[in-house]
C-alpha cells in the first residue's frame, strides 16, 4: 500500500493530520493478510497531530525523502509516541526502514528533553522488531524505545540530537544494535535496564557540545534483571560529555551472576568525557559488575582516566528522579584489562586534581583491577592509582596516522598484538 502527498498514493496525504491516512493504510494491511507493506512517497513531509499505529507482520517503509515530522506545538501528554503498536498488549513482526522522522524539538519547547515526551518508535512485549536505515533527529525523547522484547535488531541509523538516548531497551533479551551514526543530546547514545544477550557493534558515538548535550556513549544498567551477556566491540566512541561507556549496577544485594561478563573489546575510545561541570567522566566507567573483560581497545586524549572503577553520587536519572546513591553492595568486583593502549589521558575539567591517570581504582577495598600486557604512553598524571601491573609496557605505540585517529600501528611497533585491531 502507498501512501503519498501528490495525489499518486493508494492512500493520499495533504500535510495535515496525515497520520490519519497513514493509519488508514496500516489499519488495511493489518485487516488483509495478502498485504504486508505501507511504502511512503517521497519526496514528501508527512506532518503528524496523533500517533501512528502499526500491527503485527507489518513493514513500514518509505524513500530517504519522505519525513514523518511532528506537528508544531503538539502538546501530548507523557508517554504518547510518534510511532507505535496498535495492540497495546503485545506486537511481532515489525519492520521500520529507510525514512526520515523529525521530532521537530525547537517547536514544542513547552515539554522538557527526557521525561517520556514524543518518543519517536515505542513498543512493548514484542518480538522479531526491526528498525533500519533511518534518519531520526531532533526530537524530545528516545529514538527507539523497547520494552519487555525479545530480538530487536536496531542498524544503519542515522540519530542526531534524540531527546534522550538514541535507543532505550528495557527487560529486553536478544538485542543486537549496529553500524550507527549517533549523536548524542540529553542521555545516552545506547542504553540498556536489565537486558541481556546483547551486542553493540561497529557504532559511532558522539555529542554536540552544549550543556545539554548529556552522558554516555553507552550505558548498561542492571538493577532487578540478570545481565551476564553483553558483548561491546568494534565501536567508535569520541568526545562524548559523559563517559564513553558506563557499567552501573545498583539497588539491592544480587548474585554475582546476575551482573558479570561484559566483553567491551576492540574499540577506539578518543576525547571522551569533556563534561566541564561533572566528576563522571572518561571512557569506561564500571561498578556493580563481576569479571568485566576489557581487551583489545586504544584510548586517546581521554579526559579523568580510560579505565575508571568509580561510584556515583546524586546522579539525576530520567524521569524526574534522583537517586542519592547508585552505590551496589558487595564486595570481590573484579575487572580485567589487557592488551589495550592507552595514551595522552587528560585531566578532567571540573575537579582536576588526582587525574589524568591511565587506570584509576577509587574503590580498592572492594574492587580490583588485573592488568596484562597493556601499552601505557604519555598519560597526564601517570599510569595507575590504585592498581598496578608487572606486565604491562609503557612506549610509544607508534600509530600509522594519530593525528586523524588512524590507530593501527606500524609494523615496527612494539605493541603490536595490542589495541584496536
Known amino acids: ?21 497513514i493509519n488508514q493504510a496500516l489499519k488495511y494491511v493489518a485487516e488483509n493478510p495478502q498485504f504486508t507493506t505501507v511504502h511512503l512517497k517521497g519526496p514528501y513531509t508527512y506532518v503528524i497531530s496523533d500517533s501512528i499505529f502499526i500491527g503485527n507482520n507489518t513493514t513500514v517503509e518509505g524513500d530517504p525523502t519522505a519525513v514523518i515530522k511532528l506537528i508544531d506545538k503538539a502538546s501530548w501528554p507523557v508517554d504518547k509516541p510518534l510511532i507505535t503498536q496498535m495492540d ?40 522479531d522488531i526491526q528498525v533500519h536505515d533511518m534518519y531520526m533527529h531532533d526530537g524530545h525523547g528516545e529514538g527507539l524505545k523497547v520494552e519487555r522484547s525479545y530480538n530487536v535488531q536496531f542498524y544503519n541509523n542515522t540519530i542526531y540530537k534524540t531527546g534522550h538516548n538514541a535507543l532505550f531497551a528495557e527487560g529486553c533479551q536478544n538485542l543486537e544494535v549496529w553500524n550507527n ?5 540529553t542521555d545516552c547514545g545506547l542504553r540498556v535496564l536489565n537486558s541481556n544477550h546483547v551486542k553493540f557493534h561497529d557504532n559511532v558515538i558522539d555529542s554536540f557540545h552544549h550543556w545539554s548535550a548529556g552522558g554516555s556513549g553507552i550505558l548498561i544498567e542492571k538493577t532487578t534483571g540478570v545481565v551476564n551477556d553483553v558483548e561491546i566491540y ?23 551472576e546476575e551482573a558479570q561478563n561484559v566483553h567491551i573489546f576492540d574499540n577506539v575510545f578518543y576525547n571522551t568525557g569533556t563534561n566541564p561541570n561533572i566528576d563522571l567522566v572518561g571512557s569506561i566507567i564500571t561498578s556493580g559488575f563481576y569479571d568485566t573483560l576489557i581487551e583489545n581497545n586504544t584510548f586517546d586524549g581521554v579526559y579523568h582516566a580510560a579505565i575508571i572503577h568509580m561510584l556515583p553520587t546524586e546522579i539525576p536519572i530520567y524521569p524526574a528522579e534522583v537517586r542519592t ?7 570481590g568486583h573484579t575487572t580485567i584489562v589487557r592488551n589495550n593502549i592507552i595514551v595522552n589521558t587528560q585531566k578532567r575539567k571540573e575537579d582536576p586534581e ?18 596484562e600486557n597493556n601499552c601505557l604512553y604519555n598519560n597526564s598524571a601517570g599510569n595507575y592509582q590504585n592498581c598496578t601491573s608487572n606486565t604491562d609496557i609503557y612506549v610509544d605505540p607508534l600509530f600509522i596516522n594519530q593525528s586523524i585517529h588512524d590507530y593501527r600501528l606500524k609494523p615496527n611497533s612494539p605493541c603490536n598484538g595490542t589495541g584496536y585491531t
Not at 551514526?181 to 543530546?185: A, V
Not at 568494534?234 to 554475582?256: E, M, Q, R, V
Not at 588526582?354 to 592488568?371: Q, R, S
Open 1 to 21: 500500500m502507498y501512501v503519498a502527498g501528490d495525489g499518486s498514493g493508494d492512500f493520499n496525504c495533504n500535510g495535515s493530520n496525515d497520520q490519519v491516512e
Open 88 to 127: 497495546s498488549n503485545e506486537i511481532n513482526g515489525v519492520t521500520i526502514k529507510g525514512f526520515e522522522i523529525n521530532g521537530n524539538h525547537d517547536n514544542n519547547r513547552d515539554k522538557e528533553n527526557g521525561y517520556g515526551f514524543y518518543n519517536m518508535i515505542h513498543f512493548c512485549n514484542s518480538t
Open 181 to 185: 551514526n549517533i549523536t548524542i543530546r
Open 234 to 256: 568494534n565501536n567508535t566512541i569520541h568526545d562524548t560529555y559523559g563517559p564513553g561507556i558506563w557499567l552501573i549496577g545498583w539497588l539491592d544485594s544480587y548474585p554475582k
Open 325 to 331: 546513591s547508585l552505590s551496589p553492595t558487595g564486595t
Open 354 to 371: 588526582g587525574t589524568g591517570y591511565a587506570v584509576i581504582n577509587y574503590l580498592p577495598e572492594t574492587y580490583a583491577f588485573v592488568l
